[in-house]
């Protein structure tokens, strides 16, 4: 969430329907995203850039130690 004026962004857990106000302006904080959970994955890595790879097939992020590609389904290369 972000205060408009001051651009002071802050991460939190927010709930539906409720209304924030940054603590030093009073102003309403706007949402700039969400964060979304992970599809479950066979994979054992944390979803981080030093995991990932691109399958070669369709071209998606999927993590090193997966054999199938978790978007397309068809097996990759051995991750080097």
């Avoid at 030093?24 to 959970?37: A, D, M, N, R």
């Avoid at 944390?46 to 068809?74: H, I, M, S, Y």
């Amino acid at each position: 969430m972000r205060t408009p004026s001051t651009g002071r962004e802050i991460f939190l857990e927010a709930e539906p329907n409720t209304v924030y106000r940054d603590r030093e302006t009073g102003e309403e904080l706007e949402v700039l995203g969400k964060v979304l959970p992970l599809a479950p994955s066979k994979s054992k890595l944390p979803w981080a850039v030093e995991n990932l790879r691109f399958c070669p097939w369709c071209d998606q992020l999927a993590q090193k130690d997966l054999n199938d590609c978790p978007t397309c389904g068809r097996r990759m290369a051995p991750a080097s």
